[in-house]
Nanobody
Framework: QVHLVESGGGSVQLGGSLRLSCAAA????????IGWFRQTSENEREGVAA????????SYASSVAGRFSISIDRPDNQVHLQMNDLKPEDSGMYYC??????????????????WGRGIQVTVSS
């Protein structure tokens, strides 16, 4: 079975940083794409960042470009999302998602087959 488990969420002040991690199991991680999505009080679930594991290509939402960075830890089958200069509007539930046989870093939620349960991020002003 495919399992995606998020960790690293929590509460920070405006301008602070958090690093989210997604531990993956049960599929061919090296041939997949991994995306981070979030659901906020203002928007439905939207793509934040994505990466093609095999090629390393990345995509970012314009709202987080320059502040967030997605990276891969291949030996541990993990994907990290480093979030810097956090703003209150970044608050929400963050989800890790995966799709098999992928070579491009998609930000579209409909592309992804497998989803984690989500983890809360709260940024206070």
């Amino acid at each position: 079975q495919v399992h995606l488990v998020e960790s690293g969420g929590g509460s920070v002040q405006l301008g602070g940083s958090l690093r989210l991690s997604c531990a993956a199991a049960g599929f061919r991680f090296r041939e997949s794409c991994i995306g981070w999505f979030r659901q906020t009080s203002e928007n439905e679930r939207e793509g934040v960042a994505a990466i093609s594991v095999s090629q390393g290509a990345t995509s970012y939402a314009s709202s987080v470009a320059g502040r967030f960075s997605i990276s891969i830890d291949r030996p541990d089958n993990q994907v990290h999302l480093q979030m810097n200069d956090l703003k209150p509007e970044d608050s929400g539930m963050y989800y890790c998602a995966a799709v098999k046989g992928c070579w491009r870093a998609f930000l579209s939620r409909g592309v992804y087959e497998y989803w984690g349960r989500g983890i809360q991020v709260t940024v206070s002003s």
